[in-house]
């Protein structure tokens, strides 16, 4: 079974500071061992980041991470 979630969380966006973050949009699809996946929009100032912004959300929900895949707006 595959249960799809997408959740956004921009904490310096321009709502908050009334400017724009220079930081870049990644779309975050994490994969469980139950063959699920979750999917998250994140705002990071590199790959890596994002990648660990997912793995918070994910451990929170108390899921097993098989992999994740990143991808940046263009």
Sequence with gaps: ???SVQTSFFSRSRLFNKRYYS???Y???VNTEDGESH???VEADS???A???AEEMAYSLYI???YIE???FA
């Design 64 to 66: 097993d991470i098989t």
């Design 27 to 29: 779309t975050v699809y």
């Design 47 to 49: 790959f890596a980041e």
């Design 39 to 41: 999917e998250y929009e």
């Design 70 to 72: 990143v991808y940046q």
């Design 1 to 3: 079974m595959t249960a």
């Design 51 to 53: 990648t660990r912004q």
């Design 23 to 25: 930081g870049n949009l």
